[in-house]
């Protein structure tokens, strides 16, 4: 398994958690999808949707592990200077630990090496513990999408917060 420890920027008040991060690969589809599955009860991703995402060009994403066991995920998509978050997400007993930071900075480094200037996801406006992570990663809120995410109750549906954060100094890329 090629593995890295990604160096956490100090510039961010994140916990001093050192995760074991690897790239994610085509190989990782299955996986990213049970992972996927147990933090996304109400919307899964099939280890098709994965496999299809992972082979597209511009598509990247990490795996934080603790020995055999797999901890997170992120996967993003860079498109000229823009990079959308896809997915994201820590299982319930790994969480508050900074895994979600390494994995969201580990992000935000490789998007800047691709030469992004913009990173951009959608969360659900109720989940505040995802929010709280962005601020404080220097996301802001550009847009709202009503009604865009569903939840068990059919019926029920959540707004998405758009949020983005230019990669700048913090991250190197600003000319
Ligand atoms: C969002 C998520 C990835 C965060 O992962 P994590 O490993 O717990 O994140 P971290 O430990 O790095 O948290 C960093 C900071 O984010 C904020 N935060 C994280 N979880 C929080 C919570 N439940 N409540 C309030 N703030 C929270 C805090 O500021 C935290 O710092 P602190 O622990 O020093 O207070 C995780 O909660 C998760 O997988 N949730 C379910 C899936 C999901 O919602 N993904 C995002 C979809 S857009």
């Keep these: 398994m090629s593995e890295k420890t990604i160096k956490q920027d100090t510039t961010l008040a994140v916990p001093q958690h050192r995760s074991r991060i690897r790239d994610l690969t085509l190989s990782d589809a299955a996986l990213s999808s049970a992972l996927h599955s147990a933090c ?14 992972l082979a597209m060009p511009g598509t990247f994403g990490f795996l934080s592990y603790e020995t055999d066991l797999p901890l997170g995920i992120i996967l993003c998509r860079a498109v000229a200077d823009e990079c ?12 508050r ?24 996801l959608e969360v659900a406006v109720d989940n505040m513990a995802a929010i709280r992570l ?3 990663m220097g ?22 917060v758009v949020m983005s954060k230019p990669l700048d100094d913090q991250f190197g890329t600003k000319s």
């Design 134 to 136: 962005y601020q404080r």
């Design 139 to 160: 996301f802001a809120q550009t847009a709202v999408r009503p009604n865009y995410y569903r939840r068990d109750n059919p019926l029920r549906r959540v707004d998405a």
């Design 40 to 53: 996304f009860q109400d919307e899964p991703w099939h280890t098709e949707a994965f496999a299809d995402l």
């Design 84 to 95: 959308e978050v896809l997915t994201f997400c820590v299982i319930g007993s790994a969480r």
């Design 97 to 120: 630990g900074g895994i979600g930071s390494d994995l969201l900075i580990a992000g935000l480094h490789r998007a800047t090496g691709l030469g992004v200037r913009d990173v951009f």
